[in-house]
Nanobody
């Protein structure tokens, strides 16, 4: 089993920055790709970014491209999401997810999920 724990959420003003972390434990050798998703109030969960565990290939939603950066630290089994120039529409619960295959933008293709961390951007 794989356990994912997110941290780093909080309240920030528009234009500010936050860095989310996702620490993986357990059978981490089974993870091939990690992703970040978010769910805003009253909306469906949506893809934010993904990264291949080896090679570091990254993928981003158009809405965050140029503002968010996903990265990983293999030695620490941790994935990060650096969020800059935050906007009120970025307000959501952010989840990290892992899967035993290549990166995907589809949440139903991820097997492992964290509990989520709240990000609130005030205008």
């Amino acid at each position: 089993q794989v356990r994912l724990v997110e941290s780093g959420g909080g309240l920030v003003q528009a234009g500010g920055s936050l860095r989310l972390s996702c620490a993986a434990s357990g059978r981490t050798f089974s993870i091939v790709a990690m992703g970040w998703f978010r769910r805003a109030p009253g909306k469906e969960r949506e893809f934010v970014a993904a990264i291949a565990w080896s090679g570091g290939y990254t993928y981003y939603a158009d809405s965050v491209k140029g503002r968010f950066t996903i990265s990983r630290d293999n030695a620490r089994n941790t994935v990060y999401l650096q969020m800059n120039t935050l906007k009120p529409e970025d307000t959501a619960v952010y989840y990290c997810a892992g899967r035993p295959s290549g990166s995907s933008v589809y949440s139903d293709q991820y097997d492992y999920w964290g509990q989520g961390t709240q990000v609130t951007v005030s205008s």
